[in-house]
């Protein structure tokens, strides 16, 4: 009985001075964010398929802090002040990163001391521009030119064009209602692509949708996408 009187009293003041330190952690207050760009153009992808890692060297086990890309090419990520290196997964996004010299490669260095904003560059396989969305009947249409932006050695040939319509302002190929493919083989002009998607009825029913344009490259797993647009019925 002697030795629990005297354990009790030990484990109790453990458990205190544990509490203690998790009241006393500090969280990160320091927000870095951006956009994924080309030339200052946002590049749209799937929301959560693309993602930025962010390394803080000098801090025991290195384990990368990961920043998901949002589907209008913006990140964020709360973090500590700090020495930061920047990188995509490799293979990973509808683009290829852009190196900087020999030794850094295509890392970007940050120095983090409060809020920042810090845009990244790449260099997409394609672009789609000028996207003209209408409604109808039950029906989505879209017209749309696509840029090859990377040619020779390192272009890529398109796979499929695809019109992705669903409910919400979230729009991708894990979430829609109704998608019209198009084969790469199909287009014979990049300035002249024509889509209609055929939406079924919705429950609860409602007069309007969202659409945007996606893009699969061969050999590219991650596709480019256009903004979202709403789109009356």
């Known amino acids: 009985m002697k030795i629990r ?5 030990l484990v109790a003041m453990v458990a205190l001075l544990s509490a203690c330190e998790k009241d006393n952690y500090t969280e990160p207050k320091s927000m870095l964010s951006g956009k994924v760009v080309y030339k200052g153009e946002p590049v749209g992808v799937e929301a959560g398929q693309v993602r930025l ?7 025991g086990k290195l384990a990368a802090i990961d920043a ?6 913006s990140y ?3 973090l500590f002040d700090g020495n ?12 290829k990163t852009i190196v900087k010299d020999a030794a850094a490669k ?6 983090l001391a ?9 260099m997409p396989y394609y672009m789609i521009r000028t ?4 409604g109808g009947e039950s029906k989505v249409n879209v017209s749309l030119k696509l840029e090859k932006i990377l040619t020779g050695a390192e272009g890529k040939d398109i796979e499929r064009v695809s019109l992705y319509v669903n409910k919400t302002d979230f729009v991708a190929r894990a979430t829609n209602v109704a998608v019209t493919d198009v084969p790469g083989t199909d287009i014979k002009d990049l300035n002249a692509i024509n889509l209609t998607a055929t939406v079924p009825t919705l429950s609860p029913a409602q007069n309007y949708v969202f659409a945007r344009v996606g893009v699969k490259i061969k050999d590219v797993e991650d596709m480019v996408f256009s903004p979202v647009q709403k789109v009356n019925l």
Request: a neutral charge.
């Open 5 to 9: 009187f005297h354990i009790m009293p």
């Open 53 to 59: 890692q962010l390394w803080q060297p000098g801090f």
């Open 68 to 73: 998901p890309i949002s589907q209008d090419g």
């Open 76 to 78: 964020s990520a709360l």
């Open 84 to 95: 930061y290196k920047l990188v995509f997964p490799k293979n990973r996004g509808p683009f």
């Open 106 to 111: 295509d890392t970007l260095f940050v120095k």
């Open 114 to 122: 409060g809020n920042q904003a810090l845009d990244v560059e790449v």
């Open 131 to 134: 996207p003209q969305f209408s």
